[in-house]
T-cell receptor, first 114, second 114 residues
């Protein structure tokens, strides 16, 4: 299957700082990318859907000003957690959709906010 | 709304044992159903899928049958191997809007021992 990478794989930051996570589709063009959040022993919760060149669509309860999503190209989407707080600590996973609509997932980014 | 319930883990089996991971769902209409697998340090990979009632998805010795009458999509394998150790996620994609959005279960960790 197609490959999606995420960078960094883990990050630790201080409360109040911003953190950017990159999601890249390495061998296909992802017209749509999804961002998920996963808490320990819980399911993946969809945060937002982004189409290349358009504003992201956020799920109910997700603060769009806190979780900034940019999908400027068909191979790159970024998630920026602004003014991070300890409750934002989580595992963030992205996925990209190719022409056949199957989602290909990245390996995830572990964020720890101190 | 849509929801997926799967059995809690971890499930620990000896090599060559029979595997069943239960998954039930709640959705309107006829959603598509999926099993994803996540090996340590990697992203989620599509294992198998079924798009209509009574369909059987199969891959790598794993099988799951779409049972509309019991709203279930249980994952089975006749003889597990150590290399099958991973986290397994059941998921659905609804038919009432939402595009390619997936709803996931909480994941079931499988450990296979020699």
């Amino acid at each position: 299957g197609a490959v999606v990478s995420q960078h960094p794989s883990w990050v630790i930051c201080k409360s109040g700082t911003s953190v950017k996570i990159e999601c890249r589709s390495l061998d296909f063009q992802a017209t749509t990318m999804f961002w998920y959040r996963q808490f320990p022993k819980q399911s993946l919760m969809l945060m937002a859907t982004s189409n290349e060149g358009s504003k992201a669509t956020y799920e109910q309860g997700v603060e769009k000003d806190k979780f900034l999503i940019n999908h400027a190209s068909l191979t790159l989407s970024t998630l920026t957690v602004t003014s991070a707080h300890p409750e934002d600590s989580s595992f963030y996973i992205c996925s990209g959709t190719s022409g056949n609509n199957e989602q290909f997932f990245g390996p995830g980014t572990r964020l720890t906010v101190l | 709304g849509n929801s997926v319930t799967q059995m809690e883990g971890p499930v620990t089996l000896s090599e060559e044992a029979f595997l069943t991971i239960n998954c039930t769902y709640t959705a309107t209409g006829y959603p598509s159903l999926f099993w994803y697998v996540q090996y340590p340090g990697e992203g989620l990979q599509l294992l198998l899928k079924a798009t209509k009632a009574d369909d059987k998805g199969s891959n790598k010795g794993f099988e799951a049958t779409y049972r509309k009458e019991t709203t279930s999509f249980h994952l089975e394998k006749g003889s597990v191997q150590v290399s099958d150790s991973a986290v397994y996620f059941c998921a659905l994609k609804g038919v009432t809007g939402g595009g390619n959005k997936l709803t996931f279960g909480t994941g079931t960790q499988l450990k296979v021992e020699l």
